[in-house]
C-alpha cells in the first residue's frame, strides 16, 4: 500500500458519515429522523448575512492576513472581554475555519512526536484522531462512576513527563454535562505548576440550561494571557446556527498564536473573508437569537427528558448545556454501534453510537432540531426497542408492524 499508515489510521468522522447515510435514505424516500445532527436549525443572523452579502456585492474577494481581519479579530477581542473579562491584544487571536481547525493548529503547534494529549471520556470523536494526526498520543481518562463529571484523581493518575496538554470541553459533547467549578480550579491550578497546556473548547459554553453557566477558565489563574496554559477556542457554528460558514478561533498567547499563524498560512493561507464578515456581523448585532436558540433548546432538553422518564431501562443523565444527551441503552443493547443501526434499519431515526465518544453502551442523541422531531424520534426507538409500547407505528405514512420482540 503506497498510502501514509499515519493517515490510513485516521478514523473517518461518524457524524459526518451519519449525515452522509440520513441523506441517501432520504433520497429514497424515507421519513428519516436525524437525531444524531451537531447543529442548531434556525438561520443564520441577519446580521451576518447582509455583512456577508455586502462584502460578496464589492466583488472584492481577495486572500486575508491569516490570522483574521481586523474589525472580527476587533470584535473577538470584544467577545473575549464580555464574556471572559479578559483583556487581549490582536495578536492573540487567530481566526480560522471552524473551531475544528482551531483544534488542530493548537495541537498541531505544541506536540512533538509522542506527547500525551489527555482527552475526558466521553469525548468530541475529533480529539483522538487529530492528536495522532500530529503523532502525538491521545490518552483517555474515564470517569468511573457514571456521571459525565471528570475527576481530578483520574486524571492525576494519568499524568505522565510526556502529558503536554489536556482538552476540556464543558459544557461537554456529547453528555451536556458542564463540569464543575472545584475540577476546573484544580485541573487549571495544576497545569500552570506544570506547564501543560489546557485547550478550553468553550464552542457551547452560552448554550446553557437552568441559569447554569460555565465558569470561564481564565477565573482559576492569576495569570497573565501570555504567561498562562490555557487556551480558549471558540466559533460561530453553534451558538449562532452558522455550522457552514466555517470560522472559529483560539485565544492564546503570543508566540504560540505566530507559530499557528505561520502553520495556518501554508495549509489554508487564511479563511474567506466573506465568511470573516459574517461571522463579525454575527458577533456585533443582536445577541437575543443566541438566547432565542438557548431558550428552544432548553425547552427540548426538557421534553426528550420527560420522554425518557416513560422509557424503562433507559437512564439519562440531565444535560446541563449544549444540545445532545448521552442516554444510557445497556439494558436494551450493550453494543452501541448495532443498536444505532439497529435503530436507523428498523426505525429510521440516526444515532450516534457512544463507542465513537468512548462510551460504549450509550446513544448520543441530538435534540437541536424540532421538538416533532425530538418526541416522535423518541417514540420511534421506544417501539423498536421497548416490549412494552404499542407494537404498531406510522413512519411516514407508512404502517410499521413490529415482529422482532
Ligand atoms: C466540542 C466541539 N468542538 C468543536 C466543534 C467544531 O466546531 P466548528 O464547526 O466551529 O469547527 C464541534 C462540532 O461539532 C464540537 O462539538
Same mark, same amino acid.
Given at each position: 500500500m503506497t498510502l501514509s499508515t499515519l493517515a490510513r489510521s485516521i478514523a473517518e468522522s461518524p457524524t459526518l458519515r451519519l449525515n452522509e447515510e440520513a441523506r441517501l435514505l432520504r433520497e429514497r424516500g424515507e421519513a428519516v429522523i436525524h437525531l444524531g445532527i451537531g447543529e442548531p436549525k434556525n438561520r443564520a443572523p441577519l446580521t451576518a448575512l447582509l455583512s456577508a452579502a455586502a462584502k460578496l456585492n464589492t466583488g472584492e474577494i481577495k486572500y486575508s492576513p491569516t490570522d483574521g481581519i481586523p474589525s472580527l479579530k476587533k470584535a473577538i477581542i470584544r467577545y473575549t472581554e464580555e464574556n471572559y473579562d479578559k483583556v487581549i491584544a490582536p495578536e492573540n487571536v487567530i481566526v480560522s475555519a471552524g473551531a475544528k481547525q482551531s483544534i488542530f493548529n493548537i495541537l498541531y503547534a505544541i506536540l512533538n512526536p509522542q506527547d500525551e494529549v489527555l482527552i475526558l471520556a466521553p469525548f468530541w470523536v475529533s480529539y483522538p484522531e487529530m492528536v495522532k494526526m500530529c503523532y502525538g498520543v491521545p490518552v483517555i481518562v474515564t470517569p468511573e *462512576?457514571?456521571?459525565f463529571q471528570p475527576r481530578f484523581e483520574d486524571i492525576e493518575r494519568k499524568l505522565t513527563s510526556a502529558t503536554k496538554a489536556i482538552i476540556v470541553n464543558s459544557p461537554n459533547n456529547p453528555s451536556g454535562v458542564i463540569f464543575s467549578d472545584e475540577f476546573l480550579s484544580q485541573l487549571i491550578d495544576l497545569c500552570e505548576r506544570r506547564g501543560i497546556y489546557v485547550i478550553m473548547d468553550d464552542i457551547y459554553h452560552k448554550l446553557v440550561f437552568d441559569g447554569k453557566h460555565p465558569t470561564p477558565g481564565y477565573r482559576f489563574t492569576t495569570k497573565d494571557v501570555e504567561s498562562t496554559k490555557i487556551i480558549v477556542v471558540n466559533g460561530v457554528a453553534k451558538l449562532y446556527g452558522m455550522t457552514g460558514f466555517r470560522i472559529g478561533w483560539a485565544v492564546a498567547n503570543r508566540q504560540l498564536t505566530q507559530v499557528m499563524t505561520n502553520v495556518q498560512s501554508q495549509i489554508t493561507t487564511c479563511t474567506s473573508p466573506f465568511l470573516q464578515v459574517a461571522a463579525e456581523g454575527a458577533l456585533t448585532g443582536l445577541q437575543s437569537i443566541v438566547e432565542n436558540l438557548r431558550l428552544a433548546i432548553q425547552n427540548n432538553r426538557d421534553v426528550i427528558m420527560q420522554e425518557f422518564k416513560s422509557f424503562p431501562g433507559v437512564k439519562c443523565v440531565k444535560p446541563e448545556g449544549t444540545f445532545y444527551c448521552l442516554p444510557d441503552f445497556r439494558a436494551y443493547q450493550k453494543d452501541s454501534v448495532a443498536l444505532s443501526n439497529f435503530l436507523l434499519k428498523k426505525a429510521f431515526v440516526v444515532t450516534v453510537p457512544g463507542k465513537e465518544f468512548g462510551m460504549e453502551g450509550h446513544l448520543r442523541l441530538s435534540y437541536a432540531g424540532s421538538i416533532k422531531d425530538v418526541t416522535e424520534g423518541i417514540a420511534r426507538i421506544k417501539w423498536a426497542l *421497548? =416490549?412494552?409500547? =404499542?407494537?404498531e407505528i406510522y413512519i411516514g405514512d407508512k404502517k410499521m408492524v413490529r415482529d422482532w420482540l
Open positions: *462512576d457514571g456521571t *421497548d =416490549p412494552q409500547s =404499542p407494537n
